[in-house]
């Protein structure tokens, strides 16, 4: 049996090998030990008076980036698809 390499996978293709491979405990490792590597925004502190505009504008913000990456990859797809 091949060993598999982890780091050789983006991030999108681990998440969805673990998903297909919950038994494989590596892969889940090499999730997690990815995701606790990134480091981490501090939006507001919770005795920031501003506490929940500042929460809900990173919201907001964290939505229309997932929704313009979404919007990229269907502008690609549909490129891909006219070739």
Do not use: C, W
Request: aromatic content about 8%; charged content about 30%; hydrophobic content about 35%.
């Amino acid at each position: 049996m091949s060993r598999i390499n982890y780091d050789s996978m983006s991030d999108i293709e681990l998440k969805q090998y673990f998903l297909k491979h919950r038994g494989d405990e590596a892969a889940f490792q090499a999730y997690l030990d990815r995701i606790n590597q990134r480091p981490r925004r501090i939006v507001a502190s919770p005795n920031d008076p501003d506490f929940d505009d500042k929460v809900q504008a990173a919201i907001r913000q964290k939505l229309e980036a997932a929704k313009s990456s979404g919007q990229q990859a269907n502008t690609a797809l549909e490129t891909t698809d006219q070739e």
